[in-house]
């Protein structure tokens, strides 16, 4: 079975502390994603990565970065954590290509206060 | 860009009974689509992924359908148990970078 497995089932932080999230898959995939999702508005992508030390910017990229030194582990960076990023992150991950399935992590429930 | 509709938001039904879920999304230009389960609290499982070129797929007690050139899905779920009870979400890939956009789900409950 895939395994995405994030870190950290539940978090709180405090307002402007550095917060790494970090998300490790185990079947050799290329794509990796991190996602947000918040009441009414759904998932939004943050950041994705198609292989290691690439990547790209999401829809909502704005206060993360994000980093994908080993193919397996992507983590998310909250630079300095602000109570707007209180939210649900979810990491999935993919092969490469049109057809093909992704598989997500069981998210991280993270607050900050 | 792409958008994507989930209808109805919530839906509640009794035991036993079949249903539908419905999906639209606005681009026809898509890879994909793939249907999600997510309990309260939880990361998302996927349930069925429908290939462009594909009408249909089925596991079990579901069956999702797809209409690209209408910019439809369906997902039918029969029989409808308890367990069932979960927010459901379709996502559609497309784009050059193989994105996938998703709709904000419906909230399935089946009352004993």
């Known amino acids: 079975d895939v395994k995405v497995t994030q870190s950290s089932r539940y978090l709180v932080k405090r307002t402007g502390e550095k917060v790494f999230l970090e998300c490790v898959q185990d079947m050799d995939h290329e794509n990796m994603f991190w996602y947000r999702q918040d009441p009414g508005l759904g998932l939004r992508l943050i950041y994705f990565?198609?292989?290691?030390?690439?990547?790209e910017k999401g829809d909502i990229p704005e206060g993360y970065s994000v980093s994908r030194e080993k193919k397996e582990r992507f983590s998310l960076i909250l630079e300095s954590a602000s109570t707007n990023q209180t939210s649900m992150y979810l990491c999935?991950?993919?092969?490469?290509?049109?057809?093909?399935?992704?598989?997500f992590g069981q998210g991280t429930r993270l607050t900050v206060v | 860009k792409q958008e994507v509709t989930q209808i109805p938001a919530a839906l509640s039904v009794p035991e036993g009974e079949n249903l539908v879920l419905n999906c639209s999304f606005t681009?026809?230009?898509?890879?994909?689509l793939q249907w999600f389960r997510q309990d309260p609290g939880k990361g998302l499982t996927s349930l069925l992924l429908i290939q462009s070129s594909q009408r249909e797929q089925t596991s079990g007690r579901l069956n999702a359908s797809l209409d690209k050139s209408s910019g439809r899905s369906t997902l039918y779920i029969a029989a409808s148990q308890p367990g069932d009870s979960a927010t459901y979400l379709c996502a559609v890939m497309g784009g050059s970078n193989y994105k996938l956009t998703f709709g904000k789900g419906t909230l399935l409950t089946v009352n004993p």
């Open positions: 990565s198609y292989d290691v030390k690439m990547k």
């Open positions: 999935a991950s993919s092969f490469p290509g049109a057809n093909t399935e992704a598989f």
């Open positions: 681009d026809s230009a898509i890879y994909n």
